[in-house]
């Protein structure tokens, strides 16, 4: 079974609205999460880098204003997009690592497609 | 910063074949490396993990090597069927976990 949820797994919102991702660890505590958007054709790209408790590490042109990450524990961060514009419609997938059982792991959310029109 | 490359970009061959996506990254302390498939339209199905201890695993008619020194992984397909067709990605895991560009397959019946 899934061991990374994300919510909503689509959304579409008009223009100038905020929308939240939610990216859950099910069955372990996710000390660090990643953030990464897909534009069509294109792999996906680092947007951010998270650790439970402190402030995320942003990627270069990536704006920390508009993408605002939270990462208050270690089953739960979120990403809000901050008065979406159509630019950035994209496909947004979280990654959570940590401990699982004996194991350092590692495994991404089934993403979300968001389209702002 | 992790830099990942995935030669080729695209790959076309008959239902069979044998075939090897390379991969290599620029930073090698990292924690594993994972091969995922992507299919249109869709997230990521993880195929391998390898471990920075480890030299290779497999999986059923898939084989992935890594040799963290030289930063290099390699995923080796046996037996190609039409239903794996899709873009193939590695992404390194240190400090943080960046993707290559990817490997566009088809395998044409």
């Known amino acids: 079974g899934a061991v990374v949820s994300q919510h909503p797994s689509w959304v579409i919102c008009k223009s100038g609205t905020s929308v939240k991702i939610e990216c859950r660890s099910l069955?372990?505590?996710?000390?660090?999460m990643f953030w990464y958007r897909q534009f069509p054709k294109q792999s996906l790209m680092l947007m951010a880098t998270?650790?439970?408790?402190?402030?995320?590490?942003?990627e270069q042109g990536v704006e920390k204003d508009k993408f605002l990450i939270n990462h208050a524990s270690l089953t739960l961060s979120t990403l809000t997009v901050t008065s979406a514009h159509p630019e950035d419609s994209s496909f947004y997938i979280c990654?959570?690592?940590?401990?699982?059982?004996?194991?350092?792991?590692?495994?991404f959310g089934p993403g979300t497609r968001l389209l702002v029109l | 910063k992790q830099e990942v490359t995935q030669i080729p970009a695209a790959l076309s061959v008959p239902e069979g074949e044998n075939l090897v996506l390379n991969c290599s990254f620029t930073?090698?302390?990292?924690?594993?490396l994972q091969w995922f498939r992507q299919d249109p339209g869709k997230g990521l199905t993880s195929l391998l993990l390898?471990?920075?201890?480890?030299r290779e695993q497999t999986s059923g008619r898939l084989n992935a090597s890594l040799d963290k020194s030289s930063g290099r992984s390699t995923l080796y397909i046996a037996a190609s069927q039409p239903g794996d067709s899709a873009t193939y990605l590695c992404?390194?895991?240190?400090?943080?976990?960046?993707f290559g560009a990817g490997t566009r397959l088809t395998v044409k019946p």
């Open positions: 930073d090698s302390a990292i924690y594993n």
């Open positions: 998270s650790n439970e408790g402190s402030k995320a590490t942003y």
């Open positions: 990654s959570a690592r940590g401990q699982r059982g004996a194991t350092e792991t590692q495994y």
């Open positions: 992404a390194p895991s240190g400090n943080d976990m960046r």
């Open positions: 069955d372990f505590q996710a000390t660090t």
């Open positions: 390898i471990q920075s201890s480890q």
